[in-house]
């Protein structure tokens, strides 16, 4: 099967980090990439992260179907992976599935996000000698793609949570999910856990200094990120963790990616493909096929070896 990632810029300045000839009238588009004798591509929107989010929704939507039908007419792409606010907009990749005019495979890849997301958490608890039993757990996010699987997953071994989500409809949804001792708010209360993970579709950072406890720790998921470099310089106290990151075996050639390293997506999309698995992977998360994913990663040498924060060894 044939891959390609289909992300959209950052802010204004992406795209002026990227070469000119990738630069198309209505996509952006890498040379075709090898990966472990798979083929794909990397593709991006030219919109930016806040222009997805207050634009028109059918706007954005007809752009990600246009650049799909393109990759999948041009290019022969069989699959292809909606990167960070991509997934969102499209109902967790469901629309885009169900359009007539693109007839490949979705996937949001949020599954392997969700599993390198507990791991990065569990090992930051190791790191630190922390007993999760004895913490408070924030998840920012929580009833999103990525933090309902968390929330499912990590809440049960914390000695509470605290499930913070915009809409109280969702977070009562969630609630009959969930097991152990948590409670929902729509505030930012952050500040009373020990361990926040971010997961959230916004456009800019949310926490800010006055939101967290000292010595906190942040698994920060969220693609733009939702802690930024200046709250981490204005307070070093703060452990702050990639939450997206594995280990890769090429250098990709995404504005800054550190070097062999890749968002746990898009492995997790061109791990698909490489098993030729035809199915679309959308929506909520399967917990089942977030462990094959897990299965996958040790199968093929993906994984989370080391924490980093920024992308630089913690």
Known sequence: MKFAILGHLIDENTIKQLPQEWVNDN???????EINRTVGTIAAI?????????????????SILDAAVYLQDKLGVDIIQLGALNTSITSGGEWLAEQEE???????GDSYTAAVTCKAVKKSLERFNLDSSEKTLAIV?????????????????FSHSILVG????????????ISGSFETTTEMKTKDADIVVTATNHPTALLNSSNLKKDAIVVDVS???????????ERPDIRRIDGGYVDFPVILPIPGMPPYKSFACIAEAIMQAMENEKENHVGSINLKHLKKTEEWAKKYGFGLNELTNFGKPF
């Open 141 to 157: 996010g929580a009833y999103g793609v990525i933090g309902e699987a968390v929330s499912k997953i990590l809440v049960p071994e």
């Open 27 to 33: 996509i952006i588009l890498s040379p075709e990439l």
């Open 102 to 108: 693109y007839k490949g495979f979705v996937n949001h």
């Open 223 to 233: 693609q733009p990120v939702n802690l930024s470099l200046e709250v981490c310089q």
């Open 166 to 177: 915009r809409r109280e409809e969702k977070l009562k949804e969630l609630e009959n999910q």
């Open 46 to 62: 030219k919109y930016t992260a806040k222009q997805i989010m207050t634009e028109p929704q059918q706007e954005i939507r007809k």
